[in-house]
């Protein structure tokens, strides 16, 4: 059963803002490529 939503917790564990990659790292065909011969494809 479903809790109702006066019963959800909005806490999504943090307490405070932490820094994350910038939005070029998302969008950025060449940051991506970085990340994969990087981290995915490293043998």
Do not use: K, V
């Not at 917790?9 to 405070?16: A, E, I, V």
């Amino acid at each position: 059963m479903q809790p109702s939503p006066s019963e959800h917790d909005p806490f999504n564990g943090l307490t405070r803002l932490e820094p994350s990659l910038p939005s070029s790292a998302y969008w950025d065909i060449e940051a991506y490529q970085r990340d994969l011969d990087a981290i995915w494809y490293r043998s």
